[in-house]
């Protein structure tokens, strides 16, 4: 196991075969594969199929947890967490839950009832847990995306120091209808700023290729990724205004960097990014755009808040205000504490 310091060190339990496996390595943790599936919004078939690899996940779990024989467990969720929470209450293994999002799904209800201590994003999702148990400490930023200044990240990315940028960002898959939203409109956007576009890894080849058929001077101003790691904060740093999905760490990164925001919850789950987005709508750090509206929308949206330096500034202010720097350190400082490290 990799060491933090000399009395604390960190094992990664995820889901077997999934695509957090890759992202631990790089990170140089051992990693723990458990058997996991879910049960809701799925067909019959798969439901079932899921139960048995939930069951196998609970005993698998279970066999970890005597091996590891850890001080305290964190969890954020997910279909592994569930087996994995399961396995350390019965073992009274203290539990952190966090919720990145604001409205806890199913399986976050399941294991706040379980979890000694649970931290939240937002002060509004104190309202689905026990108040004694819940702490608010921010959305957790890594300290390879906090480490930019703009100067600095624009040079790396090999962007202008004076033209304005837009970034577009879809999650570590990609999001397929802002990549054609964007390609279908890709010269009107490079008109307006240059574009940093991190298309995800699925739409990677139609990306490229449609760079390679812009004109020399559009293409210079084209910045294409299908996925960013150490330079994701070089990006956010760089950037005057963002596209992207409204997944959990849109709480956390653009109100760090103080990044005006333009929404595109994904519509084909349950609500937590609708919910996301409109809390940073209400707050005036972001604006919202369905998805089924984008490909009309996308290019005035944009070419307005680019043009309107006042308002790119309000929000820019009302991002910077929901900030929580020491969202990691209290989390760290929390689990620590559950443990008897501290």
Not at 2 to 26: F, H, K, Y
Not at 36 to 56: E, I
Not at 256 to 266: E, K
Not at 295 to 313: H, I, K, S, Y
Request: net charge positive.
């Amino acid at each position: 196991m990799r060491a933090i310091d000399p009395t604390v060190t960190l094992t990664w339990v995820g889901d077997q075969g999934g695509m957090t496996e890759g992202l631990v390595a790089r990170a140089g943790l051992p990693f723990l594969g458990i058997p996991a599936g879910g049960v809701h919004g799925v067909g019959l078939s798969r439901a079932l199929r899921n139960v048995w690899r939930l069951a196998q996940g609970l005993i698998a779990s279970w066999r970890a947890l005597r091996s590891e024989r850890p001080a305290a467990l964190l969890t954020t969720g997910g279909y592994v967490s569930g087996p994995v929470a399961l396995a350390a209450w019965l073992r009274r293994v203290p539990i952190l839950l966090f919720l990145p999002d604001i409205e806890p799904g199913q399986s976050f209800r399941f294991i706040g009832r379980l979890a000694a201590r649970i931290g939240v994003t937002v002060e509004d999702s104190r309202a689905f847990f026990p108040a004694h148990k819940v702490v608010v400490t921010g959305y957790p930023l890594r300290v390879e995306v906090t480490r930019w200044e703009r100067a600095t990240a624009r040079q790396t990315l090999g962007l202008s120091a004076d033209e304005a940028v837009l970034l577009v960002f879809g999650g570590s898959r990609g999001a397929r209808s802002i990549n054609r939203a964007v390609l279908a409109h890709l010269a009107e956007l490079l008109a307006e700023a240059q574009v940093v576009h991190i298309s995800g890894r699925l739409d990677w080849e139609e990306v490229a290729a449609a760079r390679g058929t812009l004109p020399e001077t559009l293409r210079a101003r084209y910045h294409p990724f299908p996925y960013l790691h150490e330079e994701m904060g070089a990006a956010l740093a760089s950037a005057d205004v963002v596209v992207s999905r409204a997944g959990a760490s849109v709480l956390g990164e653009f109100p760090y960097f103080g990044l005006p925001a333009i929404l595109v919850p994904y519509p084909y789950a349950w609500r937590y990014q609708k919910i996301n987005a409109e809390w940073l709508a209400r707050r005036g750090a972001a604006l919202v755009v369905k998805d089924e509206q984008l490909p009309e929308r996308l290019v005035p949206t944009v070419r307005d808040l680019l043009n309107d330096e006042a308002q790119r500034a309000a929000m820019a202010e009302a991002a910077r205000s929901l900030a929580r720097p020491d969202a990691a350190q209290q989390l760290a400082n929390l689990l620590l504490s559950l443990g008897k490290v501290v």
